[in-house]
T-cell receptor
Framework: GDSVTQMEGPVTLSEEAFLTINCTYT??????LFWYVQYPGEGLQLLLK?????DKGSNKGFEATYRKETTSFHLEKGSVQVSDSAVYFC????????????FGAGTRLFVKA | DGGITQSPKYLFRKEGQNVTLSCEQN?????MYWYRQDPGQGLRLIYY???????QKGDIAEGYSVSREKKESFPLTVTSAQKNPTAFYLC????????????FGPGTRLTVT
């Protein structure tokens, strides 16, 4: 069945470090891929998305490229800030025989000053 | 401002009582969703509705009930049959058929003692 696997956390980085959070997926059909971010005590917010192979989603310095050949959608940021501390969720959505969204388990990021 | 509101932010109930969580959206979205999130875990789908007066069970519907009498509203009732109701509950909506991203409310933290 469809699934999303993302790296376990927590990930702890110093400010200005490079961030990568790995995400791989399995899906029937042609999914759209998403990264959502959840700050403490809040709901999820869409961070970025990509709807087809080789698309790059970007927002607030974060980027992720839809790689069909490796079924991956890794999240990257060149220089993290303390304010980026949050939980990041990778997700896919597909509409084959009914619409559904599958979320990964989430990766908690701590950024130290 | 368009968005999703959930109320209250914090809710406390005694064991054996039913409780209803509110979710309202003014985004004119057709589809609405309820998720449960436990500490350090991902999202699990409870119920969803693609259109008014219709809804389907998600992965963990036992002990929960919903209604969708109006497009804007999708309340969730946590019944006394739900064995472990203490959790963070998130409501989300999705727009058109071609739009796959979900928009989330701020969540309600339910504590049952």
């Amino acid at each position: 069945g469809d699934s999303v696997t993302q790296m376990e956390g927590p990930v702890t980085l110093s400010e200005e470090a490079f961030l990568t959070i790995n995400c791989t997926y399995t899906a029937t059909g042609y999914p759209s891929l998403f990264w959502y971010v959840q700050y403490p005590g809040e709901g999820l917010q869409l961070l970025l998305k990509a709807t087809k192979a080789d698309d790059k989603g970007s927002n607030k310095g974060f980027e992720a490229t839809y790689r069909k050949e490796t079924t991956s959608f890794h999240l990257e940021k060149g220089s993290v800030q303390v304010s980026d501390s949050a939980v990041y969720f990778c997700a896919l959505s597909v509409n084959t025989g009914g619409f559904k969204t599958i979320f990964g388990a989430g990766t908690r990021l701590f950024v130290k000053a | 401002d368009g968005g999703i509101t959930q109320s209250p932010k914090y809710l406390f109930r005694k064991e054996g009582q039913n409780v209803t969580l509110s979710c309202e959206q003014n985004l004119n979205h057709d589809a609405m969703y309820w998720y449960r999130q436990d500490p350090g875990q991902g999202l699990r789908l409870i119920y969803y509705s693609q259109i008014v007066n219709d809804f389907q069970k998600g992965d963990i519907a036992e002990g929960y009930s919903v209604s969708r009498e109006k497009k804007e509203s999708f309340p969730l009732t946590v019944t006394s049959a739900q064995k472990n109701p203490t959790a963070f509950y998130l409501c989300a909506s999705r727009g058109t058929v071609s739009s796959y991203e979900q928009y989330f409310g701020p969540g309600t933290r339910l504590t049952v003692t």
